[in-house]
T-cell receptor
């Protein structure tokens, strides 16, 4: 059972485009939703994160939109660059627990020059 | 300040051998997490440890897998009698406490032949 569903599996955009990656969850015990960026051969790196009491958060070119009632959140990358080509994972953390994260399956983003 | 250090980066084992994966957390971090990533999949939580204590091992297979984080030295993930299905990337992450987000290492890629 996939607790965090991520889509699309892959995404190709042109430089300057705005790729959008979506995630949905069922468990209301989640209290923190980070996004990770992973380059081939590297570990995931925290990109941006949001709590469910906030509907939007921006950091540089990255924006998270959060819809608590729909149990959905998404990552938008403004003015995307070829260097943004990577795999992106959404995740969710259980409230009051061991800080363990449940990850989506990932989205492979390709930004063409 | 060095990041989370994992070694070896690549490990090849024959079926039935033991694999030992090491993780040195960031300086000042006393919380360690292990995750496993299968090809084309997101990361799956395995175990959460603090110094000399296993806090949450709900993601660990019941047999052949064990983890420790001794008072001195790195955290060790040990896989006994490896099978082909154990082939994966194993990532360690650390945090200073129950804080938002944690830092991942670059992983150990285990191949069982």
């Amino acid at each position: 059972q996939q607790q965090v569903k991520q889509s699309p599996q892959s995404l190709i955009v042109q430089k300057g485009g705005i790729p959008i990656i979506n995630c949905a969850y069922e468990n209301t015990a989640f209290d923190y939703f980070p996004w990770y960026q992973q380059f081939p051969g590297k570990g995931p790196a925290l990109l941006i994160a949001i709590r469910p009491d906030v509907s939007e958060k921006k950091e540089g070119r990255f924006t998270i939109s959060f819809n608590k009632s729909a149990k959905q959140f998404s990552l938008h990358i403004m003015d995307s660059q070829p260097g943004d080509s990577a795999t992106y994972f959404c995740a969710a953390r259980y409230r009051g627990g061991s800080e363990k994260l449940v990850f989506g399956k990932g989205t492979k983003l390709t930004v063409n020059p | 300040n060095a990041g989370v250090m994992q070694n070896p980066r690549h490990l090849v084992r024959r079926r039935g051998q033991e694999a030992r994966l090491r993780c040195s957390p960031m300086k000042g971090h006393s919380h360690v997490y292990w995750y496993r990533q299968l090809p084309e999949e997101g990361l799956k939580f395995m175990v959460y440890l603090q110094k000399e204590n296993i806090i949450d091992e709900s993601g660990m297979p019941k047999e052949r897998f064990s983890a420790e984080f001794p008072k001195e030295g790195p955290s060790i993930l040990r896989i006994q009698q490896v099978v082909r299905g154990d082939s994966a990337a194993y990532f360690c992450a650390s945090s200073p406490g129950l804080a938002d987000g944690y830092t991942f290492g670059s992983g150990t890629r285990l191949t069982v032949v």
